[in-house]
């Protein structure tokens, strides 16, 4: 994982001091994929969001019924033998991720696709569809309506999920995405994700104020989120706020 050596004169921060700063994941431009499931695509050039999307896509077939053998097969990158496993045994799931780790994004896509029109209230299927949305441009829009579907009736997952996906789409839809980020964190009190997309989605001037409650509400639901204390600090030097700005940066380095 690269390092930054981030003087407190690069940042403005006067009593930071030049401590090593590792960026969250979301801020790396890239970095080379460790060993286990981090090595699933072994280009140096994989960005590190998208190596914790492949974690996450894998622990979340690890906790489905059936899965665990075909995830230690691509946890050990042995891609054509749990490809073969998965669709021996039956596991659509276990194959469209396998696709995807694999860039083959559209025809992961197309069976995700396939799989929300045969299964509309299977919620593996659409955490799937939702974690991978906009991977594949051609497949964005197909993915968009079958969530829309499937996102009904409101819950928080089917709020996030639908909000991602309209961002996802070219151009993005965000107003239309936002109420759905506000309502997935409504409906899940002690969940953080649909509050830091929030942030990550106010991003002009005019919307700082929004982007930095959601943040500091996401701290209330967890102290030691630390990308939260990171974005803080981005927006609150922003902001002209340097004490705040140095206090979340401190915090931020302590959790690291």
């Known amino acids: 994982m690269p390092r930054l050596l981030i003087a407190a004169a690069l940042l403005g921060l ?50 489905l019924p059936r899965y665990a053998e075909g995830v230690r097969l691509l946890e050990s990158q042995l891609f054509g033998p749990a490809e073969q496993l998965f669709e021996k045994q039956g596991l659509p799931l276990g194959v469209a991720v396998t696709r995807f780790i694999l860039g083959q994004a559209d025809s992961s896509a197309e069976l995700l696709c396939r799989l929300a029109t045969q299964r509309p209230t299977d919620a593996a299927v ?34 996030f999920y639908l909000a991602r996906a309209l961002l996802k789409q070219d151009p993005p839809l965000t107003a239309e995405a936002l109420p759905h980020l506000s309502r997935s964190a409504a409906l899940a009190p002690k969940e953080t994700r649909a509050l830091l997309e929030l942030a990550r989605q106010e991003n002009t001037p005019e919307r700082r104020p929004a982007a930095i409650a959601a943040l500091e509400e996401a701290l209330r639901r967890d102290e030691k989120l630390s990308v939260a204390h990171y974005r803080l600090a981005q927006l609150y030097r922003a902001a002209g706020q340097l004490e705040k700005s140095r206090e979340h940066l401190r915090r931020y380095q302590e959790l690291k």
């Open 14 to 63: 006067a009593g930071v001091g030049a401590a090593q700063i590792t960026k969250p994941p979301e801020f790396q431009e890239n970095r080379k994929i460790q060993a286990g499931a981090a090595s699933l695509d072994g280009s140096s050039h994989v960005s590190a969001e998208r190596t914790e999307l492949h974690r996450a896509l894998l622990d979340r077939l690890r906790a």
């Open 126 to 159: 659409l955490a799937m569809l939702g974690e991978t949305v906009g991977a594949a441009p051609n497949w964005s829009a197909r993915m968009l309506a079958a969530i829309r579907t499937m996102a009904t009736p409101e819950s928080a997952d089917g709020e």
